[in-house]
């Protein structure tokens, strides 16, 4: 099982981003893929998830309305869009599926 974020960076507040997550070893469609956040000094959290049965998905408060998972299983890659971005959001963020997480991408929103 591997699992490899990309598409972190630098951009300003009310900006877009979107991350990647490839991932390898474990049919995608099968699994509960989440994506999490950690801002330097605070605890990892989860913000978004995406159900394997009917690609159902969930969001923490904070970045409910601004952010939306997918998942393109044919390349079996799951996305985050990230719309609206606020200095708030800066963080490592990373993807994590069969207890495995991945090495995480930076993103930083400048004010």
């Known amino acids: 099982v591997q699992l490899v974020e990309s598409g972190g960076g630098l951009v300003q507040a009310g900006g877009s981003l979107r991350l990647s997550c490839a991932t390898s070893g474990f049919p995608l469609d099968d699994y509960v893929i989440g994506w999490f956040r950690q801002a330097r000094g605070k605890q990892r959290e989860g913000i978004a998830c995406i159900s394997p049965s009917d690609d159902s998905t969930y969001y923490v408060d904070s970045v409910k309305g601004r952010f939306t998972v997918s998942r393109d299983s044919a390349k079996g890659t799951v996305y985050l869009q990230m719309d609206n971005l606020k200095p708030e959001d800066t963080a490592v963020y990373y993807c994590?599926?069969?207890?495995?997480w991945g090495q995480g991408t930076q993103v930083t929103v400048s004010a």
């Open positions: 994590r599926a069969l207890g495995v």
